[in-house]
Protein backbone atom coordinates (compact mmCIF):
# COMPACT_ATOMS: atom_id res chain seq x y z
CA UNK A 1 0.00 0.00 0.00
CA UNK A 2 2.85 2.67 0.75
CA UNK A 3 3.16 2.58 -3.57
CA UNK A 4 0.01 3.27 -3.98
CA UNK A 5 -0.22 6.10 -1.18
CA UNK A 6 3.35 7.75 -3.08
CA UNK A 7 1.64 7.42 -6.13
CA UNK A 8 -1.38 8.90 -4.99
CA UNK A 9 0.07 11.81 -3.61
CA UNK A 10 2.85 12.29 -6.16
CA UNK A 11 -0.19 12.44 -9.20
CA UNK A 12 -1.71 15.10 -7.02
CA UNK A 13 0.59 17.58 -6.34
CA UNK A 14 1.49 17.16 -10.11
CA UNK A 15 -1.85 18.18 -10.94
CA UNK A 16 -1.36 20.96 -8.43
CA UNK A 17 1.62 22.03 -10.15
CA UNK A 18 0.93 22.04 -13.23
CA UNK A 19 -2.60 23.87 -12.79
CA UNK A 20 -0.67 26.58 -11.08
CA UNK A 21 1.69 26.73 -14.15
CA UNK A 22 -0.86 26.83 -16.48
CA UNK A 23 -2.93 29.42 -14.21
CA UNK A 24 -0.08 32.10 -14.38
CA UNK A 25 0.67 30.94 -18.37
CA UNK A 26 -3.07 31.86 -19.29
CA UNK A 27 -3.00 35.40 -16.60
CA UNK A 28 -0.24 37.14 -18.81
CA UNK A 29 -1.61 35.67 -21.86
CA UNK A 30 -5.06 37.27 -21.18
CA UNK A 31 -3.11 40.56 -19.79
CA UNK A 32 -1.54 41.14 -23.14
CA UNK A 33 -4.52 40.57 -24.67
CA UNK A 34 -6.15 43.02 -22.35
CA UNK A 35 -3.12 45.60 -22.63
CA UNK A 36 -3.46 45.34 -26.56
CA UNK A 37 -7.27 45.23 -26.74
CA UNK A 38 -6.99 48.50 -24.44
CA UNK A 39 -4.49 50.35 -26.38
CA UNK A 40 -5.96 49.78 -29.83
CA UNK A 41 -9.61 49.58 -29.33
CA UNK A 42 -10.74 51.59 -26.03
CA UNK A 43 -14.69 50.96 -26.91
CA UNK A 44 -13.94 46.94 -27.09
CA UNK A 45 -12.02 47.08 -24.03
CA UNK A 46 -14.51 49.26 -22.07
CA UNK A 47 -17.39 46.93 -23.13
CA UNK A 48 -15.41 44.15 -21.80
CA UNK A 49 -14.61 45.03 -18.43
CA UNK A 50 -17.51 47.26 -17.66
CA UNK A 51 -20.35 45.59 -15.29
CA UNK A 52 -23.90 47.51 -15.44
CA UNK A 53 -22.59 50.61 -14.52
CA UNK A 54 -19.42 50.25 -12.89
CA UNK A 55 -16.18 50.00 -14.93
CA UNK A 56 -14.15 50.13 -17.40
CA UNK A 57 -11.50 48.35 -15.74
CA UNK A 58 -13.26 45.71 -13.96
CA UNK A 59 -12.78 42.15 -14.14
CA UNK A 60 -16.15 40.91 -16.67
CA UNK A 61 -15.87 37.13 -17.13
CA UNK A 62 -19.41 36.95 -18.61
CA UNK A 63 -17.74 39.31 -21.14
CA UNK A 64 -14.58 38.33 -21.48
CA UNK A 65 -14.66 34.30 -22.31
CA UNK A 66 -17.49 34.75 -24.66
CA UNK A 67 -15.35 37.29 -26.72
CA UNK A 68 -12.53 35.13 -26.12
CA UNK A 69 -13.66 31.78 -27.40
CA UNK A 70 -16.47 33.49 -30.12
CA UNK A 71 -15.28 33.91 -34.28
CA UNK A 72 -14.35 36.96 -34.94
CA UNK A 73 -13.94 39.00 -38.94
CA UNK A 74 -11.28 41.38 -37.45
CA UNK A 75 -8.43 41.70 -39.85
CA UNK A 76 -5.80 42.58 -37.01
CA UNK A 77 -2.90 40.11 -37.20
CA UNK A 78 -1.80 40.69 -34.15
CA UNK A 79 -5.41 40.93 -31.84
CA UNK A 80 -5.97 37.33 -33.76
CA UNK A 81 -2.73 36.00 -32.71
CA UNK A 82 -3.14 37.50 -29.17
CA UNK A 83 -6.72 35.89 -28.47
CA UNK A 84 -5.58 32.52 -30.27
CA UNK A 85 -2.79 32.37 -27.59
CA UNK A 86 -4.92 33.23 -25.12
CA UNK A 87 -7.35 30.79 -26.15
CA UNK A 88 -5.34 28.02 -26.44
CA UNK A 89 -3.78 28.60 -22.58
CA UNK A 90 -6.98 29.13 -21.12
CA UNK A 91 -8.28 25.44 -22.46
CA UNK A 92 -5.28 24.01 -20.79
CA UNK A 93 -5.75 25.58 -17.53
CA UNK A 94 -9.50 24.58 -17.98
CA UNK A 95 -8.18 20.65 -18.69
CA UNK A 96 -5.34 20.83 -15.92
CA UNK A 97 -7.98 22.37 -13.17
CA UNK A 98 -10.68 19.72 -14.10
CA UNK A 99 -8.19 16.84 -13.75
CA UNK A 100 -6.60 18.23 -10.58
CA UNK A 101 -10.49 18.33 -8.90
CA UNK A 102 -11.01 14.88 -10.04
CA UNK A 103 -7.62 14.33 -8.68
CA UNK A 104 -7.92 15.60 -5.53
CA UNK A 105 -11.89 13.61 -4.85
CA UNK A 106 -10.08 10.45 -6.39
CA UNK A 107 -7.39 10.76 -3.87
CA UNK A 108 -9.33 11.27 -1.08
CA UNK A 109 -12.04 8.73 -2.03
CA UNK A 110 -9.21 6.51 -2.43
CA UNK A 111 -7.05 7.18 0.69
CA UNK A 112 -10.24 6.63 2.60
CA UNK A 113 -11.10 3.09 1.14
CA UNK A 114 -7.52 1.87 1.42
CA UNK A 115 -6.51 3.38 4.58
CA UNK A 116 -9.60 2.93 6.74
Known amino acids: M ?4 IFIISWTLFSVVMTFI ?3 FTATRQAKLGRYIKKDDYR ?9 KYGPGL ?6 IPYLFKESEETD ?8 SARISTRYFLIWFATTAVTIIASVF ?7
Not at 2 to 5: H, N
Not at 44 to 52: A, F, P, V, Y
Not at 110 to 116: A, E, G, R, V
Open 2 to 5: PRLF
Open 22 to 24: FFI
Open 44 to 52: TWRDLTSIG
Open 59 to 64: SNPFKG
Open 77 to 84: EKLLRLKD
Open 110 to 116: LLFIFYS
